[in-house]
Structure formats: C-alpha cells, structure tokens
C-alpha cells in the first residue's frame, strides 16, 4: 500500500504548489506556471485515492465476513460518526 501514500503525497504537493502560487511576484517559466496552475489536480487524485482504499478495504474482508456489505457500512458510518 505504498504506492497509494506516494499518490497522496503527490496530490499533497499540488495542492500545495497552487496556494503558493498566490503569494510573491510569480514570474515562473511558462512550463512551470503551468505545473503550478495544474496542482488543483491534486484535490481530484486525493479523492480517487481515497475511493480506492476504500474498495480495496472492502474487497479484502470479503471472503471473510458473512455480509460483507453491510458491515463495510456500518464500520463506514462509525468512522464518520
């Protein structure tokens, strides 16, 4: 599960890279201006990289569980809650 922390800390460091880019003089190169511009992305992969920890969390209790999707949700609820 390595991999899924690298692509948080990726999506992290864009949304990072865009508040910065609101501060100081900005003047980036155009290719660097537009890697900061594009850190927004970061907000997106962070919630594809949730939604996929959620099913992978899911799909690997389910051989082990009696109903699988039903506790999945209520283990989600009180997590929330």
Known sequence: MGYVDAIRGVAILGVMMV???HYGSNNY???LKWVFENGARGVQLFYVASAFT???????RR?????PNINFFIRRFFRIA
């Open 19 to 21: 508040h910065c880019d």
């Open 54 to 60: 959620l099913f992978l969390s899911m799909s690997k």
């Open 63 to 67: 051989n082990n569980e009696v109903s």
């Open 29 to 31: 190169p155009v290719t």
